[in-house]
Nanobody
Framework: QVQLVESGGGLVQAGGSLRLSCAASGRTFSNHAMGWFRQAPGKEPDFVAAISWSGGNTYYADSVKGRFTISRDNAKNTVYLQMNSLKFEDTAVYYC???????????????????WGQGTQVAVSS
């Protein structure tokens, strides 16, 4: 069983920055890609970013490209999401996710992820 715990959310003004963290346990963290998703009120969760097991490959939604950076520290079993130049429309609950076992590559589709954290709220005031 995989456990994921997010932290770092909060309230920030537009143009500001936040860094989210996700601590993982329960399986060999460094063997797997990781992803971030977000869910705005009344909407389905959307892909935000994903990172390969080594950190060598990263993928981003167009809406966050150039503003958000995903990274990981395999020694600490932690994945991060640095969010800069935040906009009101970035307001959402952000979820860290790990893929189902035996999923190759670095998925960007929500249905490829079987393990989810509890989420952390990010609110951006305009």
């Amino acid at each position: 069983q995989v456990q994921l715990v997010e932290s770092g959310g909060g309230l920030v003004q537009a143009g500001g920055s936040l860094r989210l963290s996700c601590a993982a346990s329960g399986r060999t963290f460094s063997n797997h890609a990781m992803g971030w998703f977000r869910q705005a009120p009344g909407k389905e969760p959307d892909f935000v970013a994903a990172i390969s097991w080594s950190g060598g490959n990263t993928y981003y939604a167009d809406s966050v490209k150039g503003r958000f950076t995903i990274s990981r520290d395999n020694a600490k079993n932690t994945v991060y999401l640095q969010m800069n130049s935040l906009k009101f429309e970035d307001t959402a609950v952000y979820y860290c996710a790990a893929p189902w076992p035996n999923r190759a590559g670095t998925p960007t589709s929500r249905d490829q992820y079987g393990y989810w954290g509890q989420g952390t709220q990010v609110a951006v005031s305009s």
